[in-house]
């Protein structure tokens, strides 16, 4: 399946899988991420049960802060 990532398109076996296994595919390991997937926000609560299918456009942005 191809979808987009962060705006590049990337390809995955099977049909679809959820946000989690997606972070974990990519090793995306940060504490502090938001997820949106089709421009709806992702809640940490619901990594495990929203499904990523082909098509979609998902962002995975990491919010840093600083003084």
């Known amino acids: 399946m191809k979808i987009i990532l962060n705006n590049k398109v990337e390809e995955f076996a099977g049909d679809q899988f959820t ?11 940060f504490k502090m ?6 421009g709806h926000l992702v809640k940490k609560s619901e ?6 299918k ?3 456009d998902v962002m995975v942005l ?3 802060s600083g003084g």
């Open 19 to 29: 946000v989690g296994e997606l972070l974990q595919a990519k090793n995306f390991t």
């Open 33 to 38: 991420l938001v997820i949106k997937v089709n």
């Open 47 to 52: 990594h495990n049960t929203a499904v990523v």
């Open 54 to 56: 082909d098509g979609d």
């Open 62 to 64: 990491h919010l840093i």
